[in-house]
């Protein structure tokens, strides 16, 4: 059972920084887009970053220039590195990922449970 799990998640000032991280788990053959994405109270789902198994990434106009995404293949891992945050990037923060487990070798999109950013002003 392929399973990913968000931490870095907290509280922090206008202005302050977070890294989330994301690591998948289970029986992995292969991993291609990896994705961030964030769903604020009262609002729908929206796409933050993402990045191909490449390394190739996309941003949201949002995230340009004060979020990173970034991706350790070794490790499976992906990183959403958020600086200048703002009040108005309070979310939970969602890790998606296009895996294919050794079950079938099949691409699947697969969810985390999400982080909670909060944004002090």
């Known amino acids: 059972q392929v399973q990913l799990m968000e931490s870095g998640g907290g509280l922090v000032h206008n202005g302050g920084s977070l890294t989330l991280s994301c690591v998948p788990s289970?029986?992995?053959?292969?991993?291609?887009?990896m994705r961030w994405y964030r769903q604020a109270p009262g609002k729908q789902r929206e796409l933050v970053a993402s990045i191909s198994s490449g390394g190739s990434t996309d941003y949201v106009d949002f995230a340009k220039g004060r979020f990173t995404i970034s991706r350790d293949n070794a490790k499976n891992t992906v990183f959403l590195q958020m600086n200048s945050l703002k009040p108005e990037d309070t979310a939970v923060y969602y890790c998606?990922?296009?895996?294919?487990?050794?079950?079938?070798?099949?691409?699947?999109?697969?969810w985390g449970q999400g982080t909670q950013v909060t944004v002090s002003s």
């Open positions: 998606n990922a296009d895996i294919a487990p050794y079950s079938d070798y099949r691409l699947y999109d697969f």
């Open positions: 289970g029986s992995i053959f292969t991993i291609n887009l």
